[in-house]
């Protein structure tokens, strides 16, 4: 993996509206002061890559205007994103390493001294493995609290609710903690104990005739994949709700998934080892629902 | 200020140990795969340069190894950073531009794809010469809640108490929403209305003979120049001491102090409109025990 190609291109400001320009990725692009990496000052998004086609091209534009918009970053608008990730996905299909890729868009406030243009960029490399792997077999969640109560982020703009900012060292953390019990993801809660979400994944589960999720309120973020499926879910005769549960609750309903843009929809099969009810068939055909069924090749495996 | 000149300085691994190098300011630095840029995954300190030197060095390299070891980063020794603090010190005093600078030091995991060497390096550049002025002016706050409560972040690692990351997007955001309520900063608060901090800073009080500041295991920031106070203020016959208190009972208090690195010790003029105290003899005191004294221009015209 870590000799495979990736692609960088960067959107600048040309005469007539932002244009795309493609960087060698081994050479530096960013200041030392560019505020994203001395404050995480930023939003960014990551999108698959499979088949030579961007899966929820437009989902996840609208979500990096929402997070700019909520950070006060005045940046390119969908057309030039659009353009960058029809970029992007042109270099990786010209020599695809893989199946799959994750396409990164990155936004930032730009140097912190000098206040003037916006950091604009993306990129695109060999998605990591473990990622289809989970689509195929599941995973195995532990709690971790995100010592919150679930209105403590309401009416509270500060605090960044529903925003995918770069500030992603918490979740990072988790997934560290995580991967040190032995677990492939972590499930967030709230100090009632109530779900919340991953680190960069929302939690479904069924119960009964509803698809269900954590009540955006709580201020997790709204799920590109999410929302797809539950756009959807009437197919299967399921109806989206959105839910404040318990993590006793969701094992023991009807079945459970995590859900990403580059892990697509993973039943959950234990939260801190209690296992969950298992529905391949209703997997498969969320995976399809969402646009990304599992590897023909590691479901056969599974 | 925008043209002012500014310094960056790299450690690289050589064939004994680390060593620095000096790097063109106007150049790119980080890839654009560089964790600190697309998570904000790692650490910093920001150090005051007056005078020639720099303020607090130990206290610093202190805390960007604890918070090293918390985010699980294997980054440069002490000797490494103190040697990069020193060249950065001599390329501002052989050009300084102003009285004070800022000097930054940041540590990041590296390369998103490729696990290899961490990034670490540093910069210099003028200070923002508002915090000067807040030195010698005091500031005006509004209340922000966090939205957790005092004990939220007890035993919860990967919350990252105490930890200086760079995922400050909440702090930059809570920081802006002040500014737009006509502040100079923001007091972060517990959902029970207990006081916790500033964005970047720690607020002290004074009771009495005691002078306070938030509880450590409340999850605020170690502040070094609340350290450095609490360890030489018997010299003005105070104590040092930790409690949990509403913003009235601060509001209510014999004076109050925003303490920080940048900005020193800065007397609270007012917290949500709300008059505190004035101690200008204690402020000035507590000034010259931090080591950083109020400029004697700014104070004079004050």
């Given amino acids: 993996v870590s000799d495979a190609p990736r692609y960088v291109t960067v959107l600048t400001r040309g005469f007539s509206g932002p ?4 960087q060698d990725p081994s050479k530096a692009l960013l200041s030392a002061f560019d505020l994203a990496a001395t404050r995480g ?22 979500r990096l205007g929402r997070s700019a918009a909520a950070l006060g970053i005045s940046g390119p608008g969908p057309d030039a994103w659009a353009a960058l990730v029809d970029d992007l996905v042109e270099q990786w299909t010209a020599r695809p390493t893989g199946p799959e890729a994750v396409l990164k868009l990155v936004l930032t406030r730009g140097d912190e001294g000098r206040p003037g243009p916006v950091t604009a960029y993306g990129t695109v490399a060999a998605l990591d493995p473990a990622l289809p792997r989970q689509r195929a077999d599941g995973v195995h969640l532990v709690v971790l609290c995100l ?5 403590g982020r309401r009416l509270t703009p500060w ?4 925003v995918k900012s770069l500030s992603y060292a918490v979740n990072q953390a988790a997934k560290r903690e995580a991967a040190a019990r032995g677990a492939d993801d ?3 809660t709230t100090l009632e104990g109530l779900v919340l979400e991953g680190p960069s994944s929302t939690l479904l589960w069924r119960e009964g005739r509803h698809l269900c999720t954590t009540p955006m309120n709580y201020g997790v973020l709204p799920g590109t994949t ?17 839910r404040g549960r318990s993590v006793r609750e969701v094992v023991r309903s009807d079945g459970a998934w995590m859900c990403s843009s580059t892990r697509g929809v993973a039943a959950v099969r234990s939260i801190d080892g209690e296992e969950v009810s298992q529905d391949p068939a209703l997997t498969a055909a969320l995976q399809e629902l969402s646009g990304v069924p599992a590897p023909v090749a590691a479901r056969s495996a599974a």
């Fill in 19 to 22: 244009e795309v320009r493609r």
């Fill in 41 to 62: 000052d930023g939003a960014f998004e990551a999108l698959l890559v499979r088949d030579g086609r961007v899966v929820g091209r437009h989902r996840h534009l609208e």
């Fill in 147 to 151: 010592g919150v109560p679930a209105w």
């Fill in 159 to 162: 605090l960044l609710p529903g």
């Fill in 186 to 188: 972590a499930l967030f």
């Fill in 226 to 242: 999410q929302a797809e499926v539950f756009d959807r879910c009437g197919e299967l005769g399921l109806r989206g709700a959105e």
